[in-house]
């Protein structure tokens, strides 16, 4: 009977406009396999791609894992449809990894309701339950965005800039993601605490390369160049050099001092050709840790609520040729 159910909701999704890329294959008591609906943010940047690539090779099927996937396209909706699909074909696990912090009690009460366990990872959900989710695993935002803005008090120190006037532009990831939430407050707190600097705009690049290059270019054609631009993200980051390319702007060493969270390849080799001048390092990594919870959960164990994933600043004269090679992403 679950086959049918399961073949109907599928038929029923593809009919009605919908398309059903998370159907399990094979029901509940006819395989051994662990089930699990990963509902991802989206593929908005570099760093989401490898992050979706860790949870596809950890959770595989040689690993004893089902992998069902939705992409959300960075909308919410899109996030309880794919939650409330997973529930209904009766997951064993479901990972879901939020876009924004709030609303979501609802629907991991469904879940919860349904048995499933639910681990959330990267981005946090603001709920008063913490039961609500079985573990966490990300990154410290707040402190590595601490210590960029530290590296950048003493870059313009050892500059000498301390009194003159420091214009900052502020790129900001999507509105309301703890990524963007933490690392907005740390420059804030920065800017509070050193009078010389100003944030001169706070832009909404939603963490693409397209969104930030956009505003950038608005930006600078009514305004004066920035002394640094501080960039929620790399591929936002790569918006502003884009911009600045084309408005003939020179920025790294001798020109705006770029500062960029990620630190994926591609923004590592800009790095170490001195066109990035800070790369705070962001580890997407989470698929092993995420195997690690779901097996110790097969076990009978209780997993560690929130585990973080470890991370670095890089600057040009930490990045060799063969640290370059030795990234996985
Ligand atoms: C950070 C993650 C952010 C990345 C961006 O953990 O949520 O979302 O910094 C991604 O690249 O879009």
């Known amino acids: 009977m679950k086959r049918l159910t399961l073949i109907f909701c599928a038929l ?7 398309c059903a890329p998370y159907v399990r294959q094979t029901p509940e008591e006819e395989t051994t396999l662990i089930t699990v609906g990963f509902s991802q943010v989206g593929a908005e940047s570099d760093w989401r791609v490898a992050n979706t690539e860790s949870m596809r090779e950890s959770l595989s099927e040689e690993n004893g894992f089902e992998l ?19 529930i209904q074909q009766d997951v064993d696990y479901i990972v879901l ?12 009460e469904e879940a919860r309701a349904a048995n499933i366990p639910v681990i959330i990872v ?18 410290d935002f707040r402190k590595t965005a601490d210590e960029a803005v530290a590296w950048l008090a003493e870059a313009l120190d050892a500059r000498a800039e301390t009194d ?20 907005s407050a740390a420059l ?4 509070f605490k050193h009078q010389s600097w100003t944030i001169a705009a706070q832009l909404n690049g939603d963490f693409t390369q397209a969104k930030a290059y956009e505003e950038t270019r608005a930006y600078l054609a009514n305004n004066p160049v920035p002394d640094v631009v501080y960039c929620e993200n790399d591929n936002m980051c790569f918006g502003v050099m884009q911009a600045m390319d084309e408005l003939g702007i020179a920025y790294g060493e001798g020109g705006v001092t770029l500062i960029t969270f990620d630190a994926v390849h591609r923004a590592l080799s800009y790095c170490k050709d001195g066109k990035i001048d800070l790369c705070a390092e962001c580890n997407p990594l989470h698929g092993p840790r995420v195997r690690a919870i779901i097996e110790q959960l097969e ?18 004269d930490r990045i060799t040729d063969e640290l370059l090679e030795s990234r996985i992403y």
């Not at 069902?68 to 997973?86: G, S, V």
């Not at 990894?97 to 609303?103: D, K, L, Q, S, Y």
């Not at 076990?299 to 040009?316: A, D, I, N, V």
Request: charged residues 20%.
């Open 188 to 191: 804030e707190a920065g800017a």
């Open 68 to 86: 069902l996937f939705d992409n959300a396209r960075q909308k919410q909706e899109n996030q309880f449809k794919a939650i409330r699909t997973f």
């Open 164 to 183: 003159t006037d420091v214009q900052i532009l502020h790129l900001q990831g999507t509105p309301g993601s703890t990524a963007q939430l933490q690392r």
């Open 299 to 316: 076990r009978g164990e209780t997993p560690e609520k929130r585990s973080y994933l470890s991370e670095q600043l890089f600057m040009k």
């Open 122 to 139: 990267d981005r946090q959900v603001e709920v008063n339950d913490t039961t609500l989710f079985t573990s966490w695993v990300g990154s």
């Open 12 to 18: 029923a999704l593809l009919l009605l406009g919908g």
């Open 97 to 108: 990894a939020p876009v924004t912090e709030t609303g979501w009690e609802s629907v991991l």
